[in-house]
């Protein structure tokens, strides 16, 4: 019930494409859910999160859709650009797990220029 | 630069070989953690700390000691290491237990254990 399931594994698309990365949960007590960005060398860095009173928040070209009956989340990217290939993390939270978050596996992204 | 320092960012260890890993920050935050990367599994917690002085277990604790003796400063260490515990590192540190805080993470030590 602590898992955070994502998909895909990896994804490419052509630059100026909409890539979606999905992420789905169990635990109805996650009340956080952060998407972190991590460069090849890097460490991940956090990106854009959203809490489950809101469907939907917007920073930039980044985008969270939020779907709490469905217990899903994704992750859109508007006009997609070579410098958003990276590896994209969706991850979640709640009190009751001590605040410690609970990250999916990870999706490799490339954009084609 | 204010932010997460991890030393070494390479390391090959034999079997049954000890080490220590460093991860220093600059930030004063109060909370800092381990955790490993493998590839399809994301991140797994090791340990974490809470302030100086404090440590606990995560996720995948086997195999690992902690300390925090000091608030910017993080060790993890693997006393005996086996092929297993190859992997990349990092640590983070974070304002509060709160994740919307944000953590910053550090870029990581690449270990192989052969």
């Known amino acids: 019930q602590q898992q955070v399931k994502q998909s895909p594994q990896s994804l490419i698309v052509q630059k100026g494409g909409i890539p979606i990365i999905n992420c789905a949960y169990e635990?109805?007590?996650?009340?956080?859910f952060p998407w972190y960005q991590q460069f090849p060398g890097k460490g991940p860095a956090l990106l854009i999160a959203?809490?489950?009173d809101v469907s939907e928040k917007k920073e930039g070209r980044f985008t969270i859709s939020f779907n709490k009956s469905a217990k899903q989340f994704s992750l859109h990217i508007m006009d997609s650009q070579p410098g958003d290939s990276a590896t994209y993390f969706c991850?979640?939270?709640?009190?009751?797990?001590?605040?410690?978050?609970?990250w999916g596996a990870g999706t490799k992204l490339i954009i084609k220029p | 630069n204010a932010g997460v320092t991890q030393t070494p960012k390479f390391r090959v260890l034999k079997t049954g070989q000890s080490m220590t890993l460093l991860c220093a920050q600059d930030?004063?935050?109060?909370?800092m953690y381990w955790y490993r990367q493998d590839p399809g599994m994301g991140l797994r917690l090791i340990h974490y700390?809470?302030?100086?002085?404090?440590?606990a277990k995560g996720e995948v604790p086997d195999g690992y000691n902690v300390s925090r003796l000091k608030k910017q400063n993080f060790l993890l260490g693997l006393e005996s290491a086996a092929p297993s515990q190859t992997s990349v590192y990092f640590c983070?540190?974070?304002?509060?237990?709160?994740?919307?805080?944000?953590?910053?993470f550090g870029s990581g030590t690449r270990l192989t254990v052969v």
């Open positions: 983070a540190s974070s304002y509060s237990g709160q994740p919307f805080y944000g953590y910053t």
């Open positions: 930030m004063n935050h109060e909370y």
């Open positions: 700390s809470v302030g100086e002085g404090t440590t």
């Open positions: 635990n109805t007590a996650f009340d956080y």
């Open positions: 959203i809490r489950p």
């Open positions: 991850a979640a939270n709640s009190k009751d797990s001590n605040y410690q978050l609970i």
